[in-house]
């Protein structure tokens, strides 16, 4: 017990425990915040690869329709509804079931 007595007496290990306790809880920089950075810093990878991955698709179709008529025409026909002369479009749009719920249902 003395021993542990003459430990806490020591001032070099007092200042060593505070300056501890401080870097660990108190600083700018503590344990909670690296947590939290390392996980936006995964976050970010993730959707760094995932944009990546679509920059080189959209580079793909791009290329194909730049290269190709019949994509050219077929992508016009799709996103912007383009048509030849004497031709009808027709759009079909499917409308999602919504559940309606009754404040008075059992």
């Not at 003395?2 to 600083?27: A, C, G, H, M, P």
């Not at 920059?55 to 730049?66: D, G, N, W």
């Not at 799709?78 to 249902?105: A, G």
């Amino acid at each position: 017990m003395q021993r542990l007595l003459d430990l806490f007496k020591n001032k070099y290990f007092l200042i060593s425990t505070i300056f501890i306790v401080w870097l660990v809880f108190f600083d700018r920089n503590d344990l909670l915040s690296q947590y939290e950075y390392r996980q936006q810093l995964n976050k970010l990878k993730e959707e760094h690869e995932f944009y990546t991955k679509e920059t080189a698709k959209v580079q793909q179709e791009l290329s194909e329709l730049t290269s190709n008529k019949e994509k050219l025409e077929k992508f016009a026909r799709e996103k912007y509804l383009m048509k030849k002369p004497n031709e009808d479009v027709f759009v079909i749009v499917t409308e999602k079931k919504q559940e309606k719920k009754s404040i008075f249902s059992r």
